[in-house]
């Protein structure tokens, strides 16, 4: 079951599994999406997605996790990552981050969002597009890399090029960073957001890992909230979060939380979609 790098590998009855867990987070997480909105809380946001996990017969990954008090993190303009759900009340041109969780018998599935509320600020709806499109770029990364590192490097290259595009800098978030997961939510290995020298674990059929770049408008550095939860920029800058659960099979990727697998993203990457599936 583990290899060398003690990461735990799945077998395809387990990566099915974990597959029902993400289908329970893609559910929940559509319909918060659906339902975010100036005028709501982040608690009604979050009753949202705790009713989608109970009524699943599910569980939610977050909920009590190291005392957390909610069943999503939900982070709004600068949060980064880790937002208590309560009574703020959202307002247009919010940059909302939704992480959500859920256990299927014993396996999890996690994944993030962010959504751009009604009137936008250009430069916060390319933050998240450039998120969410360096999370796909590690994902694609996933499938021909030896080692965690190219995952790494490839997301790296993706947020730097957007910002170059747009003539801004983006700050790659480095405290918080992608990770395995599978009978935790929290498993070995690490799969930081940003080029270095490690080269991280060795990629192997069963491995399944989240990839979830967190990104910022200004500098990349973070402080926690009095809460002992919430992470902010520390200038203030608004930052984007994305999230997938990905499993490596012998034939191709399956990105066990999009509703799709991942087959058309993967597809226009050029990165084969396992065929398990389809089964």
């Known amino acids: 079951m583990f290899g060398i790098e003690r990461v735990e590998l799945k077998t395809p009855d387990e990566v099915r599994l974990?597959?029902?867990a993400g289908?329970?987070?893609?559910?929940?997480?559509?319909?918060?999406q659906e339902a975010a909105r100036p005028g709501v809380t982040t608690a009604e946001?979050?009753?949202?997605?705790?009713?989608?996990?109970?009524?699943a017969g599910a569980t939610a990954s977050f909920l009590g996790y190291q005392g957390f008090p909610a069943s999503?993190?939900?982070?709004?303009n600068d949060e980064v990552v880790h937002g208590i759900p309560g009574s703020r009340v959202l307002e247009p041109g919010d940059v909302v981050s939704i992480d959500c969780g859920a256990i299927v018998d014993g396996w999890h599935g996690d994944s993030a969002v962010t959504v751009v509320l009604d009137d936008a600020d250009p430069e916060d709806v390319a933050l998240s597009r450039a998120t969410h499109d360096a999370m796909w770029a590690g994902i694609a990364a996933l499938h021909d890399a030896s080692r965690i590192g190219e995952v790494s490097a490839a997301i790296d290259?993706?947020?730097?090029?957007?910002?170059?595009?747009?003539?801004?800098?983006?700050?790659?978030v480095e405290e918080y960073v992608g990770h395995g997961i599978g009978t935790e939510m929290h498993q070995t290995p690490d799969v930081?957001?940003?080029?270095?020298?490690?080269?991280?674990?060795?990629?192997r059929p069963g491995m399944c890992v989240a990839i979830e770049p967190m990104v910022c408008r200004g500098e990349r550095f973070?402080?926690?909230?009095?809460?002992?939860?919430?992470v902010v920029t520390d200038d203030g800058a608004r930052a984007a979060h994305w999230e997938h659960t990905v499993?490596?099979?012998?034939?191709?990727?399956w990105v066990l939380t999009a509703a799709d697998g991942g087959a058309e993203m993967l597809a226009a990457a050029g990165v084969p979609l396992s065929a398990m599936s389809r089964g």
Not at 72 to 76: A, D, L, N, R, Y
Not at 192 to 203: L, M, T
Not at 247 to 253: F, Q, Y
Request: hydrophobic share 50%; aromatic share 4%.
């Open 18 to 20: 974990m597959r029902e």
């Open 23 to 32: 289908l329970v987070v893609v559910r929940a997480l559509a319909a918060v």
């Open 45 to 55: 946001l979050d009753a949202i997605a705790a009713a989608v996990i109970t009524a």
């Open 72 to 76: 999503t993190c939900i982070s709004v």
């Open 157 to 172: 290259e993706a947020i730097t090029a957007a910002g170059e595009e747009h003539g801004l800098v983006y700050g790659i």
């Open 192 to 203: 930081p957001n940003f080029r270095s020298r490690e080269k991280g674990a060795r990629v």
């Open 222 to 230: 973070t402080q926690v909230c009095e809460d002992d939860w919430t």
């Open 247 to 253: 499993a490596v099979l012998e034939d191709g990727l």
